[in-house]
């Protein structure tokens, strides 16, 4: 019965070095330092939490670390079959070099292959990490914010240009960087490698508000196929570089967008999934008309999602024109859509709000000619945009206003008849904004009425 739950069981280990943890942490480490736990022969998963918790009382705390000295590093070297690690550093001035002791450790588990490392906001190690002895897949780095530029994080390039078989590299900032733009060009730049050298790395993502890359990157990236990075202030050079040796990406989210870069998605075919996702602030780089007129009907026949959020409406909205465009991508499946709803008198007859002009085509053409059109879709979201209005509202008003315009804009799609033959193929979702993360609310469609309704509580539980 043991070798059925066994490895179940034992599949994940979480190595917590927190509060709650502290009464039978040594009990634990030292079962996993010698050998005889279970975990050692079947855990593929091992996350390293909490390594110094100095809301401990003393006592507790010069324990935990006593602990961690004595069994930390054997009970990861006992992980033999480990394949994924997270770890949470906690470097402190008491114990500098627990990092680069747990990361060398790991390094030495030859099944590893995906790595995960999270910098607290106060981190103070301030040496290399060996991350050139590893040979992975997968890296992900969550950074505090400057940290980047710091001779810690200095060893991602030689670990990039030490790892063949590198295939995914995340670089996260977890707070905006207030000491300038990092170039990120050190993490790819290797002269001594020879010209023979294949790239691995397929997928790079990049959640930073803060740095630069130019063409001195691209040679780590020919075999590039999935590239998501936030704003960053990235040179034509680097476009023209991947077009100039046949870079073809798969997956494409980047913003801004420039002169540069629809240059870069015109030069090849085969796209498949398009993302552009904004600030809800007009910039002075956006490319709306290239997008839909250049980028788009080079792609038509391989694009299978595509996506606008949180982008300006005055550039962005659905129109007729851009519809058009959307249209000759038959290969889609999923879609999301900025739809220009202004306010009216039905929200707040009360205030004799000033008629704004509809920017976006009317409703029950956008789902009529979709329907008809992309047959393929399985997907549909639409995302209601507006100028925000100019009247000062407390946290109540605002909530809901929102909840008013989303409850007006739903009439109005339930008042949007499908007008041809065919049955939409699509499940539609409403994308309501109240308070935090925006909710995609499912629509059914009604064959009575030829019109879309919400789902109620009751119909989306039924089987």
């Not at 050139?132 to 994080?153: A, C, E, H, Y």
């Not at 909840?403 to 009439?411: P, Q």
Request: neutral net charge.
């Amino acid at each position: 019965m043991n070798e059925l739950v066994e490895p179940l069981t034992f599949a994940s280990i979480t190595i917590n070095f927190g509060l709650r943890a502290a009464p039978y942490i040594e009990h634990q480490m030292s079962t996993l330092a010698s050998g005889n736990s279970p975990a050692t022969r079947w855990a593929k998963k091992v996350a390293i939490l909490n390594l110094v918790v100095d809301t401990m009382h003393q006592g507790v705390l010069e324990k935990v670390l006593a602990c961690q000295n004595r069994y930390l590093i054997p009970a990861i070297q006992a992980l033999q079959n480990v394949q994924f690690a997270w770890v949470s550093c906690g470097a402190t001035p008491r114990r500098p070099d627990v990092d680069s002791e747990i990361l060398q450790a790991l390094s030495q588990i030859p099944t590893l292959r995906n790595l995960s490392l999270s910098f607290p906001e106060y981190y103070s190690g301030q040496g290399t990490l060996p991350l050139d002895t590893f040979n992975l897949r997968v890296l992900k780095l969550n950074l505090p914010s400057g940290s980047i530029r710091t001779p810690m994080i200095q060893s991602i390039g030689p670990m990039v240009a030490r790892s063949p078989a590198l295939e995914e590299l995340t670089l996260v900032e977890t707070h905006t960087n207030q000491h300038g733009e990092t170039n990120l060009d050190i993490f790819f730049e290797d002269p001594m490698h020879p010209p023979s050298f294949v790239a691995s790395l397929t997928k790079l993502t990049l959640v930073n508000r803060s740095f630069t890359m130019s063409a001195l990157s691209v040679p780590r990236l020919r075999s590039l196929v999935h590239l998501d990075m936030g704003t960053g202030n990235v040179d034509a050079s680097f476009w023209r570089a991947l077009a100039g040796i046949g870079v073809k990406i798969r997956y494409f989210a980047v913003y801004p967008l420039d002169a540069a870069v629809i240059l870069y998605l015109a030069s090849y075919e085969g796209l498949k999934e398009l993302h552009i996702r904004g600030h809800h602030r007009p910039e002075a780089k956006d490319c709306p008309e290239e997008v839909f007129h250049t980028v788009l009907p080079r792609h038509r026949q391989s694009l299978q999602q595509l996506t606008f959020s949180s982008l300006d409406y005055r550039s962005w909205s659905i129109t007729d024109n851009y519809l058009e465009c959307v249209l000759g991508c038959s290969a889609l499946r999923s879609l999301a859509l900025l739809y220009h709803y202004p306010e009216d008198n039905r929200e707040w007859p009360s205030l004799q709000v000033v008629p704004q002009e509809r920017l976006s085509m009317d409703l029950s053409a956008l789902f009529t000619r979709i329907t008809e059109r992309l047959g393929r879709l399985e997907t549909l979201k639409l995302s209601p945009r507006r100028q925000p209005p100019q009247r000062n509202y407390g946290p109540h008003q605002a909530r809901s206003y929102l909840d008013i315009m989303d409850r007006t804009f739903t009439k109005e799609i339930c008042e949007a008849a499908v007008t041809c033959a065919h049955i939409p193929a699509f499940q539609l979702y409403f994308v309501t904004h109240g308070f935090g993360s925006p909710l995609s609310s499912p629509m059914v469609f009604d064959l009575d009425s030829r019109r879309f309704k919400p789902v109620d509580a009751k119909e989306e539980g039924e089987p």
